[in-house]
């Protein structure tokens, strides 16, 4: 329920630069295949997730997803 409540919050919510740029990093080695929607939506709905591979971990949580302001955060 609280999923399906959630789904397109993320079209209203971003990553913070810090947090955009460790998910490129996890993206670019691999342990982190999924979209930036599904990463907000999944934190969204539990607080946070954490990717893990032998390249190594990537923890998000609620403080790394922020409102999208307009058209300034892009």
Same mark, same amino acid.
């Given at each position: 329920m609280v999923a399906h409540m959630l789904d397109? !919050? !993320?079209?209203?919510?971003? @990553?913070?630069p810090e947090a955009r740029e460790a998910? &490129?990093?996890g993206v670019a080695d691999g342990t982190i295949k999924c979209s930036?929607? &599904? @990463?907000?939506?999944t934190v969204l709905a539990q607080e946070v997730?954490?990717?893990c591979s032998k &390249?190594?971990?990537y923890?998000?949580?609620?403080?790394?997803?922020?409102?999208?302001?307009?058209? @300034?955060?892009?």
């Amino acid at each position: 329920m609280v999923a399906h409540m959630l789904d397109h !919050w !993320w079209d209203s919510m971003n @990553l913070t630069p810090e947090a955009r740029e460790a998910y &490129k990093a996890g993206v670019a080695d691999g342990t982190i295949k999924c979209s930036i929607e &599904k @990463l907000i939506n999944t934190v969204l709905a539990q607080e946070v997730v954490s990717y893990c591979s032998k &390249k190594g971990t990537y923890t998000f949580d609620y403080f790394d997803v922020v409102p999208r302001c307009g058209g @300034l955060m892009r």
